[in-house]
């Protein structure tokens, strides 16, 4: 059942990307998007992008983003945008565009 004023919404994750190479896995971290140290920021940006896009026929599940104390947001991964934000210091800022899903479907798993 779809609630009138209980709409998709949107969310956009925006950061910066450095163009060094990323050593190691901070935190002891898992490498489950096989992530080499001889990668920079930006392909890491880009290689998670590509696994968790709403396109990628082998993800099936909502992107979680958890926001202070434990708001757990639902959405799905749209598109992914980059440009140059300071050549001299090789960075780039990225944008990655989110649809939301109405609450209902977030308290039940992404099942509406």
């Known amino acids: 059942m779809h609630v009138p004023g ?3 919404g949107a969310m956009t994750v925006s950061g910066l990307a450095f163009s060094g190479f990323c050593q190691g896995e ?3 971290g898992s490498n489950s998007y096989n992530f080499s140290e001889h990668m920079t920021g930006f392909e890491r940006v880009l290689r998670w992008y590509r696994a968790n896009r709403v396109s990628n026929p ?4 909502p992107i979680e983003i958890t926001l202070g104390g434990g708001l757990v947001l639902k959405g799905y991964l749209a598109s992914f945008s980059a440009q140059v934000a300071d050549v001299a210091n090789r960075l780039s800022s990225f944008k990655l565009p ?3 899903a109405p609450e209902a479907v977030r308290e039940n798993n992404g099942n509406p």
């Open 58 to 61: 082998t993800k099936n599940d």
């Open 98 to 100: 989110m649809y939301l």
């Open 26 to 28: 901070s935190q002891g």
């Open 6 to 8: 209980d709409k998709v």
